[in-house]
């Protein structure tokens, strides 16, 4: 399965949430091949910082599109991150993907945004059911007063031939050692709260976990 990290938007988080799910399919015994197609290459960035400092298991990585695909037999699962700079690109991901996760940060400009991807994406899909649309919100406000996130939500909802998904990703400071550390935020903080709303996540979009045989 090919799964496109994407937004129209920049500064939405995708290669952190990229990172962290390539991370939990190999936690959960499924092979994972991560593939770097942003101009900015963050995520290629951190890659290099898991190598440096030696942790486990190592998340593999494609140079590129082409090479990603003509492997894919080789993996349960593909993560494509891939910005908006590079247009062309995104849409090339986009066309040969089983789904697409929209990482939707709670603001009206986002909401505008992946209005904006999703239709996009329809045009190019036309008749076709792939790739599924899926949004989530994320780095949700952590106090329970702010109703921007909620507003999001419910603007989402409101957004036809999208999945959207109930678990969100909050603003914590996990997620952001996370992408500095080369550490997944299951290995940073086990137990912490980043980590159960990053399972929540992953469950929704790959299924359950394997157990370990």
């Known amino acids: ?97 089983d789904r697409v996760l929209i990482p939707v940060p709670p603001s009206q400009a986002d909401v505008w945004s992946t209005y904006r991807f999703v239709t996009r994406i329809q045009e190019q899909r036309g008749a076709r059911e792939r790739p599924e649309i899926l949004a989530f919100i994320n780095r949700a406000d952590t106090h329970q007063a702010v109703r921007e996130t909620d507003e999001t939500h419910e603007a989402l909802q409101q957004i036809e031939g999208v999945r959207l998904l109930k678990p969100r990703l909050k603003q914590r400071m996990a997620f ?10 299951r290995e940073l903080e086990p137990r912490g709260k980043a980590a159960a709303e990053l399972d929540a996540l992953a469950v929704a979009v790959f299924g359950r976990r394997r157990k370990k045989q």
């Open 1 to 97: 399965m090919q799964t496109v990290v994407a937004n129209l938007k920049g500064g939405t988080g995708k290669s952190t949430v990229a990172f962290n799910l390539a991370l939990w399919l190999l936690e959960s015994r499924r092979r994972a091949l991560a593939v770097d197609l942003d101009p900015q290459r963050t995520l290629s960035d951190v890659l290099e910082v898991r190598q440096e400092e030696g942790f486990e298991p190592m998340l593999e990585a494609a140079p590129d599109l082409e090479a990603a695909r003509a492997r894919a037999g080789d993996y349960d699962e593909i993560l494509i991150d891939v910005g908006a700079s590079d247009m062309a690109a995104l849409m090339a991901a986009v066309e040969g993907a």
């Open 176 to 185: 952001r050692r996370s992408f500095s550390e080369g550490l997944s935020v």
